[in-house]
C-alpha cells in the first residue's frame, strides 16, 4: 500500500531534480546547452549556421564619414614627390568639384608586428596590434555621398529600407543572449547620414532591428521602472500583456510581427535588470579600464563604448555597431582642417581600439569575434582647397581582425598615388559574403522571401575574400 508523502520527504526524493533543473539553466545562460523553455516562435531563439563557424559574433568599428587611405593604412611616397603641384593624372568628379593641387600625408608612416604593417603615426596603439589585422587596402564603393553610401555599407543597397547588415546576422543566427537584444547599436552623439534606418530592419521581422544604446549609465531610456512601483505591480502587468498577447494570437494566429511584438515585450521586462548591469563597469578592473582609456577625457567616450561592447559580445550578442564620438566637428569627413580632424578623431578611438583587440585576445573571445573597422568611403589624394580632402569611392581602406581572419596580411592595392583600387578589388558585397562566410553562412542561401523573390543581403553579389581568411 502507497501512502502520500509529506513535503519534508517529496523534497528529498526530488532534490537532485531540482539542481538539475538548475544546472540547465546556468548552462544555458553560457551557451553550453538548448533553452527548451524557448518557444520555436522566438525570433531571438539560436539558431544554427550552414557550416561550422569560426566567429559568433561581429563587433563593426564605424568611422562615419570616412577616414583618409593615405593618411592610415596605405602610405604612398609618390605623393610627397607631387606634394603642391597640380595632380599628374585625371581626377573624378568630386562631390564638391573643389579640386586643389596633389596633397601629402602630414603623417609619417611606420612599421609594426612581425608582419611589417606600416600604419601611419594617426594610429600607434592600433599599429601595434598590426599582427592581428587584415588590411583591405582596395575597398571600392557604389556611391560618394554619405547618406546612400551608408544605406550601401550597411544594407548592400544605396537606398533606405532594406535589412541592415547586423540584423541579417540576428536573423541568421538569433541570440544567445535572453537578455539583450541581438543587434546593439553603440552611441555616443553622433547618428550617421541616413539615421536609424541604417541599422533597420527592413523587411525583416521587427525583433531584427538594430537598438540604439546611448552613452552613459543609463544607454536606455525608460529601462528603470517607475518610482514606487512595487515588484508585484509589475509582475502583474506583465501576466496582463502575456493575456492579452495569447488572446491575440487565439484571434489572429501565428504571425511574424506579433510573434516579434511579443518577444519584444518579453525582452524589454529581462532588459530591466540586464542593461543596467552591462552599462556598470565599476566592477571592471582599474588596469582594465586603463587599457581602453578610460582614465583619459580625451578617449573615455569610445573607450567605454569599446569596453561595453567586449561586455556584450561575452553575454551573446550578435552584432555591436559602434557610431564615432562627438568632437564639435564633421566626423571623419575633413573637406577641410585636415590634420586637426583626422588627430582629433584617431586619438579618440585608438587607444581604445586597441584595448579592445588586446583585451578580446586575452580573454580568448578574439578567437570567435569579428572585428570590422572602416568608414564608407575613403578621400581623395588631391586637396579640397588647401587642406582637406573630398569624398573618394574609387579605392580606400579597411580592416578585420579575429574571428578567423588572417592577421598581420595587407590584400589588394590602390594605385601609386592611392586613388582607384588596381590589384584585388573589393566590393562592399565581398565583404559582407566574407563576413558571412566567417559566421558559418553561404551568403547564397541566407535569404527570406520579400516581394516575390528570396532577397540576401548581398543582392546577386558578393565573393569570398579568401586570402584573408585562416
Given at each position: 500500500?502507497?501512502?502520500p508523502?509529506?513535503?519534508?520527504?517529496?523534497?528529498?526524493?526530488?532534490?537532485?531534480?531540482?539542481?538539475?533543473a538548475?544546472?540547465?539553466a546556468?548552462l544555458?545562460?553560457?551557451?553550453?546547452?538548448?533553452?527548451?523553455?524557448r518557444?520555436?516562435?522566438?525570433p531571438?531563439?539560436?539558431?544554427?549556421?550552414?557550416?561550422?563557424?569560426k566567429?559568433?559574433?561581429?563587433i563593426?568599428?564605424?568611422?562615419?564619414?570616412?577616414p583618409?587611405?593615405?593618411?592610415?593604412?596605405?602610405?604612398?611616397?609618390?605623393?610627397?614627390?607631387?606634394?603642391?603641384?597640380?595632380?599628374?593624372?585625371?581626377?573624378?568628379?568630386?562631390?564638391f568639384?573643389?579640386?586643389?593641387n596633389t596633397?601629402?600625408?602630414?603623417?609619417?608612416?611606420?612599421?609594426?608586428?612581425?608582419?611589417?604593417?606600416?600604419?601611419?603615426?594617426?594610429?600607434?596603439?592600433?599599429?601595434?596590434?598590426?599582427?592581428?589585422?587584415?588590411?583591405?587596402?582596395?575597398?571600392?564603393?557604389?556611391?560618394?555621398?554619405?547618406?546612400?553610401?551608408?544605406?550601401?555599407?550597411?544594407?548592400?543597397?544605396?537606398?533606405?529600407?532594406r535589412?541592415?547588415?547586423?540584423?541579417?546576422v540576428?536573423?541568421?543566427?538569433?541570440?544567445?543572449?535572453?537578455?539583450?537584444?541581438?543587434?546593439?547599436?553603440?552611441?555616443?552623439?553622433?547618428?550617421?547620414?541616413?539615421?536609424?534606418?541604417?541599422?533597420?530592419?527592413?523587411?525583416?521581422?521587427?525583433?531584427?532591428?538594430?537598438?540604439?544604446?546611448?552613452?552613459?549609465?543609463?544607454?536606455?531610456?525608460?529601462?528603470t521602472?517607475?518610482?514606487?512601483?512595487?515588484?508585484?505591480?509589475?509582475t502583474?502587468?506583465?501576466?496582463?500583456?502575456?493575456?492579452?498577447?495569447?488572446?491575440?494570437?487565439?484571434k489572429?494566429g501565428?504571425?511574424?510581427?506579433?510573434?516579434?511584438a511579443?518577444?519584444?515585450?518579453?525582452?524589454?521586462?529581462?532588459?530591466?535588470?540586464?542593461?543596467?548591469?552591462?552599462?556598470?563597469l565599476?566592477?571592471?578592473?582599474?588596469?582594465t579600464?586603463?587599457?581602453?582609456?578610460?582614465?583619459?577625457?580625451?578617449t573615455?567616450?569610445f573607450?567605454?563604448?569599446?569596453?561595453?561592447?567586449?561586455?556584450?559580445?561575452?553575454?551573446?550578442?550578435?552584432f555591436?555597431?559602434l557610431?564615432?564620438?562627438?568632437?564639435?566637428?564633421?566626423?571623419?569627413?575633413?573637406?577641410?582642417?585636415?590634420?586637426?580632424?583626422?588627430?582629433?578623431?584617431?586619438?579618440?578611438?585608438?587607444?581604445?581600439?586597441?584595448?579592445?583587440?588586446?583585451?578580446?585576445?586575452?580573454?580568448?573571445?578574439?578567437?570567435?569575434?569579428?572585428?570590422?573597422?572602416?568608414?564608407?568611403?575613403g578621400?581623395?589624394?588631391?586637396?579640397?582647397?588647401?587642406?582637406?580632402?573630398d569624398?573618394?569611392?574609387f579605392?580606400?581602406?579597411?580592416?578585420?581582425?579575429?574571428?578567423?581572419?588572417?592577421?598581420?596580411?595587407?590584400?589588394?592595392?590602390?594605385?601609386?598615388?592611392g586613388?582607384?583600387?588596381?590589384?584585388?578589388?573589393?566590393?562592399?558585397?565581398?565583404?559582407?559574403?566574407?563576413?558571412?562566410?566567417?559566421?558559418g553562412?553561404?551568403?547564397?542561401?541566407l535569404?527570406?522571401?520579400?516581394?516575390?523573390?528570396d532577397m540576401?543581403?548581398t543582392?546577386?553579389?558578393?565573393?569570398?575574400?579568401?586570402?584573408?581568411?585562416?
Amino acid at each position: 500500500m502507497h501512502f502520500p508523502l509529506s513535503r519534508r520527504e517529496m523534497l528529498l526524493r526530488t532534490a537532485n531534480g531540482f539542481g538539475a533543473a538548475a544546472l540547465a539553466a546556468l548552462l544555458e545562460q553560457d551557451g553550453r546547452a538548448v533553452d527548451t523553455a524557448r518557444s520555436p516562435n522566438d525570433p531571438f531563439a539560436p539558431k544554427k549556421p550552414h557550416f561550422a563557424a569560426k566567429a559568433k559574433s561581429v563587433i563593426f568599428l564605424f568611422m562615419d564619414g570616412g577616414p583618409s587611405q593615405v593618411d592610415t593604412f596605405d602610405p604612398k611616397p609618390a605623393l610627397e614627390k607631387y606634394h603642391g603641384k597640380p595632380f599628374p593624372t585625371k581626377v573624378e568628379p568630386t562631390q564638391f568639384n573643389n579640386v586643389g593641387n596633389t596633397l601629402a600625408s602630414p603623417w609619417k608612416f611606420k612599421k609594426y608586428g612581425q608582419c611589417g604593417m606600416p600604419v601611419s603615426d594617426l594610429f600607434p596603439h592600433v599599429g601595434a596590434r598590426a599582427d592581428d589585422l587584415a588590411v583591405i587596402r582596395s575597398m571600392v564603393a557604389n556611391f560618394s555621398e554619405h547618406t546612400n553610401a551608408n544605406y550601401f555599407w550597411h544594407s548592400g543597397h544605396g537606398q533606405q529600407g532594406r535589412p541592415s547588415f547586423g540584423s541579417w546576422v540576428t536573423y541568421g543566427l538569433g541570440s544567445e543572449s535572453r537578455d539583450l537584444p541581438g543587434f546593439v547599436v553603440l552611441g555616443s552623439g553622433l547618428i550617421p547620414p541616413g539615421g536609424a534606418d541604417c541599422f533597420g530592419n527592413g523587411f525583416l521581422p521587427a525583433s531584427y532591428q538594430g537598438s540604439i544604446f546611448r552613452n552613459g549609465a543609463h544607454p536606455v531610456a525608460d529601462i528603470t521602472p517607475p518610482g514606487g512601483e512595487s515588484a508585484k505591480t509589475r509582475t502583474a502587468k506583465r501576466d496582463l500583456l502575456r493575456k492579452l498577447d495569447a488572446a491575440a494570437k487565439d484571434k489572429f494566429g501565428d504571425s511574424d510581427p506579433l510573434d516579434a511584438a511579443i518577444a519584444n515585450y518579453e525582452l524589454a521586462f529581462r532588459m530591466q535588470t540586464a542593461v543596467p548591469e552591462l552599462a556598470d563597469l565599476s566592477k571592471e578592473t582599474t588596469e582594465t579600464q586603463k587599457l581602453y582609456g578610460l582614465d583619459d577625457p580625451k578617449t573615455e567616450i569610445f573607450g567605454r563604448q569599446c569596453l561595453v561592447a567586449r561586455r556584450l559580445v561575452q553575454r551573446g550578442v550578435r552584432f555591436v555597431e559602434l557610431l564615432c564620438p562627438n568632437l564639435g566637428h564633421d566626423r571623419w569627413d575633413q573637406h577641410s582642417n585636415l590634420k586637426r580632424g583626422h588627430e582629433e578623431n584617431a586619438r579618440a578611438v585608438d587607444k581604445p581600439i586597441a584595448g579592445l583587440l588586446a583585451d578580446l585576445k586575452r580573454t580568448g573571445l578574439l578567437n570567435e569575434t569579428l572585428v570590422i573597422w572602416g568608414g564608407e568611403f575613403g578621400r581623395t589624394p588631391v586637396a579640397q582647397g588647401s587642406d582637406g580632402r573630398d569624398h573618394n569611392p574609387f579605392g580606400f581602406s579597411m580592416w578585420m581582425a579575429g574571428g578567423g581572419t588572417k592577421g598581420g596580411t595587407i590584400y589588394g592595392e590602390t594605385d601609386d598615388f592611392g586613388y582607384h583600387a588596381v590589384k584585388d578589388k573589393v566590393q562592399v558585397h565581398d565583404l559582407h559574403a566574407t563576413a558571412l562566410h566567417l559566421l558559418g553562412f553561404d551568403h547564397k542561401k541566407l535569404t527570406y522571401r520579400f516581394g516575390g523573390r528570396d532577397m540576401r543581403l548581398t543582392d546577386v553579389h558578393g565573393e569570398l575574400i579568401e586570402k584573408v581568411l585562416a
